[in-house]
């Protein structure tokens, strides 16, 4: 197969391409390289493949990798081998050449030389894949050769100015993000060709990004250093956002907040607002009733929140969890509960995530 750049593949991979046998990763920048065979393994392993790692480094040969590759199993038909070869074992095999490969694989037994790995990748037909990353700025000369026939060769080479945008629209596109074009211009701003922080800022949108909504500048604030505001992980867990308002708890958490003030004063009073929300829809109140009920007008914020919460978690599941959150509000001061931060976020989860 040809030769392709990492941008080209991550391009396709947004195609749901399916990979060869075989993935041979090199080149010059560090990071591409890994978040190229990262996501090759994820992909493979949402497949149902088994992830199998392997490192090679300067006094090892190919022998366990190519037992892993050819050895049948039961339990794992399809495996995703991942193997890294070490810098100081390519530099170990050029300056000591064909001899010194040999003699590794000869002084072990193992039949691991790298004339075998190639003579494995021309015949590789699956159902499993092998992907080898090279931590230098080529793979062997007769690795690539084998691999031209029917494997897939990634160049991980680095960035010119002129394909930041598009890679900072792969990054996005392989995370499920939509960004708009001000978003888009603050992060290449920001990171310039700094391509592992372009990521790192990524991922953390995801945590706070509304589905299918395009990110905006505003949901690219350092989002992950900032105190959560007043009742923002209430808001979160009442929009069943369970990925955010973890998010939240541990920054709070880690910046100082008491774990007695967030659920007297954020959990306990939401879960009472969305009881009362439930308990009235189910008698077939309106929004407007509910809002007047909770002591807020119709246009609150809170009310709309307990209102959407009350329909998403019902009455019977709210009820559980208001009295366990009494129960652990009771056992945090008379000092029963000793884990109480594992405590709490047990708690939000089993309210957002657990069936009925």
């Known amino acids: 197969m040809p030769l392709e750049t990492a941008l080209a593949y991550l391009r396709g991979a947004a195609a749901q391409r399916r ?11 560090a990071f591409l390289r890994e978040y190229v065979l990262d996501s090759i393994v994820r992909k493979l392993v949402a497949e149902g493949c088994q992830h199998r790692s392997f490192q090679i480094g300067a006094g090892d040969d190919y022998g366990a990798v190519l037992n892993e590759l050819r050895a049948p199993d039961l339990f794992a ?18 300056t000591g050449g064909a001899d010194a490969e040999g003699g590794d694989a000869r002084g072990s037994g193992s039949g691991g030389s790298e004339a075998a790995l190639a003579a494995a990748i021309e015949t590789a037909r699956g159902p499993g894949n092998l992907i080898l990353l ?27 100015d002129n394909q930041i945008e598009q890679y900072v629209n792969a990054f996005a596109q392989s995370l499920g993000l939509k960004l ?8 290449i701003s920001r990171h310039g060709g700094d391509l592992a922080a372009i990521a790192n800022t990524l991922g953390k949108v995801t945590i706070f990004a509304e589905p299918g909504a395009p990110v905006q500048p505003g949901d690219l604030d350092e989002g992950a250093r900032r105190m959560p505001e007043a009742f923002e992980l209430a808001e979160s867990v009442a929009r069943g956002r369970a990925s955010a308002a973890m998010a939240q708890l541990g920054r709070a958490l880690a ?6 003030e967030i659920l007297a004063v954020e959990i306990i009073p939401m879960m009472r607002r969305m009881m009362i929300a439930a308990s009235m829809i189910s008698g077939r109140k309106s929004p407007g009733d509910v809002a007047a009920a909770l002591g807020l007008p119709p246009q609150s914020g809170l009310a709309t929140r307990a209102i959407e919460g009350a329909r998403r978690f ?18 945090f001061k008379d000092g029963t509960i000793k884990e109480r931060e594992e405590a709490l976020a047990g708690l939000l989860l089993d309210l957002m995530i657990a069936p009925d």
């Open 19 to 29: 990979f060869p046998p075989v993935v041979v990763i090199f080149g010059p920048h």
């Open 134 to 160: 090279y931590e230098k700025d080529n793979a062997p000369a007769k690795i690539r050769r084998a691999a031209e026939k029917s494997a897939l060769l990634v160049n991980c080479m680095r960035p010119f």
């Open 255 to 260: 910046l100082g907040r008491d774990v007695f």
């Open 77 to 94: 038909p399809k495996r995703a081998i991942a193997c890294r070869i070490l810098r100081s074992r390519r530099e170990r095999a050029e």
């Open 180 to 187: 708009s074009a001000a978003a888009l211009d603050l992060i």
């Open 314 to 331: 019902g009455l019977e599941r709210l009820e559980r969890a208001y009295w366990r959150a009494c129960a652990m509000d009771a056992g």
